[in-house]
Structure formats: C-alpha cells, structure tokens
C-alpha cells in the first residue's frame, strides 16, 4: 500500500486491531510500574508513559506475534517489556541531552531532577528484564538482554562520534543500529520467535524492525532541520547539541575549507552564534543534503516493507508494511 493510505495513520489502524491486547499491555504496564516504597517511581514513569506516545514498539511485538499466529498470554508481557525499556532510555536520553521538552511536554529530569529521572529508568530497566522472564524462553531472554546492551553501548558510541567531523556515514549508521533500530529490530524479532515461527520468517521480522527503526531515527534527524509539529522538537535542537547527524554527515562531506571551518566552530567547538542555525540550514540546502537524506530514509522504508514479503498475507502484515510508508510519508 502506498502514501495514499499512509497518510491515515496507519499505526492507529493497526492500534484499532490490537485494541484487546493493548489494554492488557497497558493493564500490565501500570501494575508493575507501581512501588510500594517509592511513590516518585509512578509519578515520573506516569508522567512519560501517560503522555500520548503511540506505543509504537509494544505494538511491533503484538502484531509480529499475531501475524505468525501465537495464541499464549506472553506477547503481552513482552511488548510490556519493550515499553519498559524504551521508556528508560529516554528518561536517561533526556538527562544526556539536557532535554527540556519530551512529547511536547517538559521532561521528567525539568519536572523533578537528573537524579530521579536516571533512578526511575535504571527501575524501569529492571521491572523489564523482570517481565521478560515471565515468558520462559531463553532465546527472548538473549534478544532483549543483547539489545538492551546494544542501545547503551550506541547511547556511549554517540557520545564520541557526535561531535567529531570525522564521524562518517557508516559510524553514523552504527549509532543508529544501537540507539534505536536495536529495540525495533528485537520487538518484532521475539514476537516471532515467541510463536515458534519459522526462521526465515524470524529473520524477515528482524530485518523489518532494523530497517524500520534506522529509517524512523533518520527522519527523526532530518524534521530537526526540516521541522514537524509532530515531532515534539524544535527546530535546530540536534544543531544546538551538537549532534552530528545524517543530513551534516553529508554537507560536511561536500564542504570547502570555510565551510569546514564554520562546522568545526559550531559543531566540535560548539560556539555557536546569533544565526548560526539558519547558516547550517542553508549549507544543508547548499549542498542538497537534507534531501539526500530523505531519500536514504526512503530507501531503508523499502527495505523495510520489502523484508516484509516472507510472511504469509494478512491484515496486519499490509498495516506493518503501511507503516514503513507513514514512518516517511513526512518527507516524501
């Protein structure tokens, strides 16, 4: 299906069709994010969790577990798992960036402090290694263990590479694969193994989240310059961190000595200047960089959908694919 029918909010359709599991998740959600001792825990956790984000991974894993037909009560546990994860790397993420703003609200570290928002993720962190034993599957157990290791471990490469003109595509690539395609890529792939899937179709589901997932964070990085009031961003914020994403990867890659210079200034030095912002943006124009980077984003779309042709027909395999198109239907 094409942008006509992604432009429909294609994860609210799939929303509509998991309507019954969803109420559980969140049913379980809100039961082990509860503390008997330390009641901060479900006022920050409520605060992020509450604040109408599309649960977007959780989803991943209902449906991937659905299109290969499971039938047990685990799914649930599970895409619980991928929430609880998620939402404390971006209470941690929050804390890095000095974010102020998350969703379109302010942030939990703005709200309450550094200190509770790193507590509350290392809890969550914790609650979902918790969940994801309920299962009994050790090889679910591996798959959410090792991405877990691997969005930290792409959290700290990004800390070094961000910042560094040297930071190439496939560095960048890297950061991406850890920091968010990791957590797609294990959302659906559990889901299939949960349903004792065939391995071709296990593997197929992996690729769908990692493309999916690199091509989410790419058009992330990209609406930063291009700007979206669905985004909960400013425009310029990856600019004003200093982040060297994909769309200045590739400016700086055509730039010329004084070019060069205003990067290093702005980006590894980070003294930035009255106008700088629109001086970046106009360098990305310059050397056709934002577009270049839509079409990468594109690409990893089609990728996405493509890997998606293993699995047998469905309703809810046509709405998966939908979503790779809506994921860049803002930058077509």
């Excluded at 609880?84 to 609200?105: K, N, Y």
Aim: overall charge negative; glycine content about 6%.
């Amino acid at each position: 299906m094409g942008l006509e029918k992604a432009v429909v909010k294609p994860h609210e359709r799939l929303a509509t069709a998991l309507a019954a599991e969803l109420i559980a998740v969140n049913a379980l959600i809100r039961k082990r994010m509860s503390s008997e001792h330390a009641p901060r825990i479900p006022e920050v956790t409520a605060h992020l969790i509450e604040a109408g984000g599309k649960r977007l991974r959780p989803m991943l894993t209902l449906a991937a577990a659905k299109a290969c037909g499971y039938q047990g009560p685990y799914h649930i546990h599970l895409a619980a798992t991928v929430e609880f994860i998620h939402t404390a790397t971006l209470l941690h993420d929050d804390v890095v960036d000095e974010s102020a703003q998350r969703r379109g609200r302010p942030t939990a570290n703005l709200l309450w402090d550094n200190k509770s928002s790193i507590l509350v993720g290392d809890y969550l962190f914790a609650r979902a290694f918790q969940l994801m034993t309920d299962a009994d599957n050790m090889r679910v157990l591996k798959i959410l263990s090792n991405a877990s290791a691997t969005i930290a471990e792409g959290e700290v490469l990004q800390l070094t590479a961000a910042q560094n003109l040297k930071t190439d595509e496939s560095i960048y690539l890297q950061v991406v694969r850890g920091k968010t395609a990791a957590l797609f890529s294990a959302a659906t792939e559990v889901g299939g193994v949960l349903a004792d899937a065939d391995e071709t179709v296990i593997k197929a589901l992996f690729d769908y989240g990692d493309a999916l997932g690199i091509s989410f964070q790419i058009v992330d990085d990209l609406l930063d310059y291009w700007g979206s009031d669905q985004t909960g961003k400013n425009i310029g914020d990856d600019f004003r961190e200093r982040k060297l994403t994909l769309p200045v990867i590739k400016a700086v890659a055509k730039s010329d000595d004084e070019e060069r210079a205003f990067w290093e200034r702005t980006i590894e030095k980070g003294k930035q200047e009255d106008g700088d912002l629109e001086h970046a943006i106009a360098l990305l124009n310059r050397h056709n960089a934002l577009e270049e980077t839509r079409d990468v984003a594109i690409a990893w779309a089609e990728k996405a959908k493509g890997a998606l042709k293993v699995l047998p027909e469905s309703d809810i395999v046509e709405m998966l694919s939908d979503i790779a198109d809506y994921v860049v239907a803002r930058v077509r």
